[in-house]
C-alpha cells in the first residue's frame, strides 16, 4: 500500500449515518487513510486505487478493536454501500466506493497550494452531492415519503433502502429530501389545526340552542339600551 497524498473530508460527513456509531466510524477512516492512491503491487497481485489488504485481525490490532466489532463494522459498511469486502484464505481485499471523490489525485501530484486548492474544490462541486450522506431523522423522513408515493406508483419500489441509497450516489437526494420535508410540514401545520382528540363536536340541538340564548341576549340588550 502508498501511504502518500491527502483525503478529502466534507463537513457533511458529520451528517453521516454511520457517524455517531464509534467503531463504524473508526473503521471506515481507517479504510480511506490506508486505501491505495494509485495501483500497487502486492504479490503478484495489482492493488488498485482506493483498495488495500488487510483483515479482520490487522483491522483490529491497528484501531484498538475487537475482532467482532470490525467484523460488525466491516457489514454495516457493506449495507449501505460504502464499501466491498472481498476475502479468501490468505488475505481481504476492501475497496473503498466513490473512493475518487475522497482523494484526488491531482492534488497529491501537485500539493496543497491555495491555487491548486480552488481549483480542485470547483471541480468537485459537480460531485459533492455524492458525497452526502442522510442523518438518521433526514433517511427516516425520506422513507416515509417515499414510502406514501410507492402506495401510488404503478411500478413499485421494491427496496426503498437501496432506492434511497441510489438517489445518494447519483445526487438527487437532496431534491427528494427537500421534497419530503416541506410534505411533513405542510402535515405538522394541519394537525395544528385540527380539535383535539378528546373534543366533542355539539349536537344540531345544542348549536339551536345556543344560538337561542344569543338572540336572547341581544333582546335583553336592546331593551336595555
Known sequence: MTNE???SLYRKFLEWEWYDY????????????SANHKPAKWRDLTIKRGQLITSYEKLAADNGLSIQQVRTAIEKLQSTNEITYQSTSQYS??????????????KAKTGASNKRATTNNNDNKRD??????????ERDILKKYLLELNEKRKNKIEDIDAYIRKLVENGDCLT??????????RQKAKENIQPPENFE???????????????ETARQIRKRG
Open 128 to 137: 459533492i452531492n455524492k458525497l452526502i450522506s442522510l442523518s438518521i431523522e
Open 5 to 7: 497524498g491527502w483525503i
Open 201 to 215: 363536536k355539539s349536537t344540531p340541538e345544542e348549536d339551536e340552542a345556543g344560538l337561542e340564548l344569543l338572540r
Open 176 to 185: 427528494k429530501l427537500e421534497k419530503a420535508k416541506k410534505k411533513l410540514e
Open 93 to 106: 481485499i476492501i475497496t473503498v466506493k466513490n473512493y475518487n471523490l475522497y482523494q484526488d489525485s491531482n
Open 22 to 33: 464509534p467503531t463504524v466510524k473508526i473503521v471506515f477512516l481507517h479504510c480511506l487513510l
